[in-house]
Each structure stands twice: as C-alpha cells, then as structure tokens.
C-alpha cells in the first residue's frame, strides 16, 4: 500500500458518525496541508481503505452501532495498515489506553476547538512520520538479513569448494604414495595425507552442519577419530580409538588446530605405542576445566616414550605439536609416572565462546 513520503498532500480517513463535526474537521485540516475524506461508519471506512489511498486515519470512538474499538482490530489485521489516532471523550483515559493495547499509534481528546483540531494535526503527522520510520526500519534490517542469508551461503560454498580441494589434494598424495618404494618417503606421505583430512574435516563440518565460524567439537573429533582409526588400522596395528568428549563449540582456527594435534598423537600412537601385531587402547578425552579451559589427553597403555629422546622420523610431527599447541594458546606436556603414553594440553576457551 502506497504511503505518504514526507512531501506532498497526506491524504486522512476520519471516521465519525457525527457528519458535521466531519465537515469541520476537514476544513481546518485542509487548512494544515492535509487532504481529509470522511466516513460514518465501518462500511464505508473500510471501503476507502481498500482503495489504497489513505495515509493516516483518525477513528472515533462513539460509532452507530459500535465503538472504534470494534473497528481497530479489522483496521490493524490490514496487511500495512495506516497509522490510527483515536478519537475520545474528555475523561476517557481507560478507553484510550484499552485502544493503545489494541494497535493505535496515539489518541487525542475530541472538541469542537480550534486546539482540538491543531493537536490532532500534530498527532497525525507523529504517526505518519513513526510509520515511516518503522518501515524504513524495516526494510533495512530486510536489507541486512538478506546480505546476512547471502554471505552464510557464499561461506558455505567455500566451505565445499576447500573441503573438496583438500580432498582431492589428499588423493593426489595418496596416489603419489602407492609410487613410492622407500619406507621414511611413504610413512611421510601417508602422515601428510592424514593432515590434510584432519583440516579437510574441519571444512566438511562447516558446510555439513551449516554452521559459521564456530564448530561443534564432539562431532568433528567423532568423525576425525573415525577416519583416523579407518585409515590406521591393520594388522600390524589392530588398535582401537575410544573416545570422551565434552560438547562444546570452538572457532575454526582453533578447531583446526586442534584436529591436527590429535591428529599427529593418535598417529604416533598407532605406529609407536605398542609391538607389531598386539591390540591396543588409545584415548582421547577432552573436557572443560573451571569454565575457563579446555584440557586435552590422548593416552595409551603401550611401551611409552621418553621425551627427551630425539623424535623419530623427521622430528616434523614434534614442530607441528608445539606449533598448533601455541596457535590455540596452550602447550603440550607428556605426564610422567604413566603406564604408556600420556600427552596432554590445556588451552583456554576464546573469550567469545564463553560469552
């Protein structure tokens, strides 16, 4: 429905079976820049309605037949609708309240005065000029709800677009690793294939669970833990991964990180942390500590470590740890005096997630 703008001729309905109290207020209206069409009763009110051209309306209370109040609710079910001003008696305040309750913007005390005339003018343009900026309102919170919708939905693709990217520079190494004859080149080949799973997971999530900027931990963990283990497992190592985590949500970076410090101790873990051929346990817990810290613990039963030895390998998964330990503000310590293998970080929760 077209709506007064701020310039030009605003157009009222007034709505009062008193025909002559109707033709004086047109007059002194005119006289404020208003064009008035006048109505006596609900039929005809809502004939001028529906026309469409209509910018505010004032609506007495005392009708044929009925009250303005019986009117208001038909008035405000309008998709749209124009601005009211309701019309009382002198001494009415309950009636102008209940209209208040029922969808009017304002109301003023009826009279035959000059001053009745100018204050429901000022009345009018106050409703016109909130309707306006309600619906500018409006539509600009439209206008940000759609470039909201829109960027979640670039994000989200790309999300899939870098899932699938890792994904298929994971197969691109995984295919240059059934190339290779050398132990140390195809153990660092398959450990770099696991890395890039770990961050491709991370954007999988993303997209999967259409969340942005934040990730649910225990689902991601579940899921890397799943493929890890899938991927790990043989008959050199018929290991298992058991899992405890406490639901929580973390920023991507962080979550991404986190993966790859998992990701690197549970691998480690399969091809160090027991003999050849014996079945083992490896755990991974993650749990809050104080509301104010995430502690982490991948731990086994196996031969253990020392580590003040040199790293085995290349000494390549040892910076990554101690690297993704500081990105998420925490550092990585192995207990001593364990059975096996006990490493351990506690991280502090980002500042907006405990928010």
Wanted: hydrophobic share 40%.
């Amino acid at each position: 429905m077209e709506r007064y703008a701020g310039n030009g001729e605003m157009r009222i309905l007034y709505i009062d079976d008193d025909e002559a109290l109707g033709v004086l207020l047109r007059k002194n209206l005119t006289r404020q820049g208003f064009h008035v069409v006048t109505a006596l009763d609900r039929q005809a009110g809502m004939a001028v309605l529906e026309s469409g051209n209509v910018d505010a309306i004032a609506l007495d209370h005392y009708l044929l037949g009925e009250t303005g109040l019986d009117i208001l609710p038909a008035i405000i079910a309008i998709p749209d609708h124009p601005p009211v001003v309701y019309v009382t008696g002198a001494g009415e305040a309950s009636i102008a309240v209940e209209a208040l309750k029922r969808g009017a913007d304002d109301y003023v005390t009826k009279s035959v005065s000059a001053e009745f005339f100018d204050v429901l003018g000022t009345a009018l343009r106050q409703a016109l000029e909130r309707a306006r900026f309600r619906r500018e309102t409006t539509a600009a919170q439209e206008a940000v709800h759609q470039e909201r919708d829109r960027a979640r939905l670039l994000l989200r693709e790309v999300n899939h677009r870098v899932a699938n990217s890792l994904s298929l520079a994971a197969s691109l190494v995984r295919m240059q690793a059934s190339l290779v004859t050398d132990p140390e080149a195809l153990a660092a080949l398959q450990e770099t294939q696991v890395r890039i799973h770990a961050i491709g997971n991370v954007h999988r999530h993303l997209y999967a669970k259409n969340q942005v900027g934040v990730i649910d931990i225990d689902d991601y963990l579940k899921s890397l833990l799943d493929e890890l283990q899938s991927s790990m497992r043989d008959d050199a190592r018929p290991h298992t991964v058991a899992l405890s985590v406490e639901a929580t949500q973390l920023p991507t970076d962080k979550v991404v990180a986190l993966g790859l410090v998992v990701s690197e101790l549970v691998t480690n873990a399969f091809k160090y942390a027991y003999p050849s051929g014996h079945t083992g346990e490896i755990r991974v817990r993650l749990s809050r500590r104080d509301g104010r810290m995430i502690e982490l613990l991948v731990e086994d039963d196996g031969i253990g470590i020392d580590p003040q030895q040199p790293a085995k390998g290349t000494g390549l998964g040892t910076k990554i740890l101690n690297s993704m330990a500081t990105t998420v503000g925490g550092t990585l310590v192995y207990d001593k005096d364990v059975a096996g293998t006990r490493a351990r970080l506690i991280f502090p929760i980002p500042d907006e997630i405990q928010a």
